[in-house]
């Protein structure tokens, strides 16, 4: 069966996306998970972090779901909705300035913003029951000492629609070995559903830089609603003001938030290429 796709990246977060109103056969495979796996392998497959399928929805303009390297179905991506905007615009699906798009962590509201992408991601969420956290000292989950290995971090947890710990470093985070730590945190008994992992450093009251590691897919060069997540951690802790840039390897996001208010994130997205690819090889 030959499938249709684009790929799509957003500061450097790959995608694959497929357009499920068009391609409706694959849309109605029992194996999508596994298919989506293979599909993500840098060496055998198109190569990417998710893959992300456009399908329709009852309750919005769209619908997002969204699958990680390892299979996984998570619940939301910011750089993925980033790149699905731009992919109906460019397509022509919706001539809407602001899209909502139906995802399991709610509705989502991408707007055009010049060149770039805004993204309404909602407000973040504090309690541990929410995010989810095994942990039942009060909300929010800041400066949780979680010893790993030969370290011992100081966690703040939140929830961006799908959950996120933000570690404040001291050393460089260039020169930090996120894939030691990052995999041993994200599967810890502490999160019911593993967690994203950010690793930040503060570089001003405007600036802060981060390396993620991403649940179900590893070390990425960006990842959406991890910045988001970084930057009202830091806003929430004075550590920044409220419009915050947060410096990834892949580029740069633009974060805004106001305690009790959505958070809005603002960054590109790119079409790299188009492609037909036979899931009958797998």
């Known amino acids: 069966m030959l499938i249709n796709f684009t790929k799509m990246q957003g500061t450097g977060n790959d995608f694959v996306l497929i357009n499920c109103l068009k391609e409706i056969s694959f849309s109605k495979l029992l194996n999508i998970s596994e298919l989506c796996a293979k599909i993500c392998h840098r060496k055998f497959g198109i190569g990417a ?3 992300l399928l456009l399908m329709p929805s009852k309750v919005a303009d769209f619908r997002m779901d969204i699958y990680n390297a390892d299979g996984s179905k998570v619940e939301m991506c910011g750089n993925g909705i980033r790149c699905l905007a731009k992919y109906i615009w460019d397509e022509k699906l919706s001539e809407k300035e602001q899209l909502e798009i139906e995802t399991p962590a709610g509705i989502i509201k991408p707007k055009k913003n010049g060149d770039m992408v805004k993204v309404d991601m909602g407000k973040p969420l504090f309690e541990p029951s929410l995010i989810p956290v095994n942990l039942d000292t009060g909300s929010p989950i800041f400066d949780y000492h979680l ?12 929830s961006m629609g799908n959950p996120h710990a933000v570690i404040y470093l001291q ?7 996120v894939s030691r730590y ?16 950010e690793f930040v450093n503060v570089i001003n009251k405007d ?6 590691w ?3 897919s590893g070390e990425t060069l960006a990842c959406g609603t991890g910045a988001c997540s970084s930057a009202v951690v830091s806003i929430y802790k004075g550590l920044t003001n409220p ?6 390897l892949g580029g740069s996001l633009f974060i805004e938030w106001n305690k009790g208010e959505s958070v809005f994130m603002t960054g590109p997205a790119k079409e790299v290429f188009k ?3 036979n899931i009958d090889i797998f």
């Open 49 to 51: 972090d998710q893959v």
């Open 243 to 248: 419009k915050t840039e947060v410096e990834l």
């Open 275 to 277: 492609g037909r690819i």
């Open 147 to 158: 010893p790993i290995l030969d370290s011992e971090f100081k966690i703040n947890c939140v």
């Open 207 to 212: 600036k802060i830089k981060m390396r993620v």
């Open 182 to 197: 990052g995999r041993l945190i994200e599967n810890h008994s502490l999160f019911p559903k593993r967690i994203n992992v």
């Open 171 to 177: 050393q460089d985070i260039s020169t930090f070995d």
């Open 214 to 216: 991403e649940r179900g």
